[in-house]
T-cell receptor
């Protein structure tokens, strides 16, 4: 079946602009995670949704970052007033129930470049 | 912070077994050991996980020491397509404050050579 998909695959923007990154989880998965991966580093947790609600947003670096999942499926990560330090690969993952031992399935990521 | 320690890189000859070590000396009794790998330009891929007993699936075997302070991921017959970064992660069992998030370290870059 279809895996996790993310769009766009690449996004280039200018410093100060607003960007939206989209994640389509595996159908029926209630848990959705966003991670950020800088060059040469492992992925870093940003936010976790259980259904429509953000159950853990402790990884969001500051208030320029925001994510939504209004219908409990597709999620959008929104970054305001982008900075060059926001350049990274943004990964989305989903799991069936969000229980700690559920397998997380990752998408291919969106590579964000802020010029 | 990641609770695991892995060597930054390893080489393996194609067709031979690749043995990737991981130290997790502060692991708690209710924490599982998970392994993911990330092939270049792709998202991480689940490989295997275990609590106490050794585990095997179609991809790999996981050997956990009796004191659970370290483990080894074994790829029995490495191929060129197994070249990737391998992450060892400890993950707590269900709990009211747990969200299932994965805490990645820097992993081991495995290079399989012909």
């Amino acid at each position: 079946g279809a895996g996790v998909s993310q769009t766009p695959s690449n996004k280039v923007t200018e410093k100060g602009k607003y960007v939206e990154l989209r994640c389509d989880p595996i159908s029926g998965h209630t848990a959705l995670y966003w991670y950020r991966q800088s060059l040469g580093q492992g992925p870093e947790f940003l936010i976790y949704f259980q259904g429509t609600g953000a159950a853990d947003d402790s990884g969001l670096p500051n208030d320029r970052f925001f994510a939504v999942r209004p219908e409990g499926s597709v999620s959008t990560l929104k970054i305001q007033r982008t900075e060059r330090g926001d350049s990274a690969v943004y990964l989305c993952a989903s799991s069936s129930l969000g229980q700690s031992t559920d397998t997380q399935y990752f998408g291919p990521g969106t590579r964000l470049t802020v010029l | 912070d990641a609770k695991t320690t892995q060597p930054p890189s390893m080489d393996c000859a194609e067709g031979r077994a690749a043995n990737l070590p991981c130290n997790h000396s502060t692991i708690s009794g209710n924490e599982y050991v998970y392994w993911y790998r990330q092939i270049h330009s792709q998202g991480p891929q689940y490989i295997i996980h275990g609590l106490k007993n050794n585990e095997t699936n179609e991809m790999a075997s996981l050997i956990i020491t009796e004191d659970r302070k370290s483990s080894t991921l074994i790829l029995p017959h490495a191929t060129l397509r197994d070249t990737a970064v391998y992450y060892c992660i400890v993950r707590v069992e269900n709990g009211s404050s747990n969200t299932g998030k994965l805490i990645f370290g820097q992993g081991t870059t495995l290079q399989v050579k012909p």
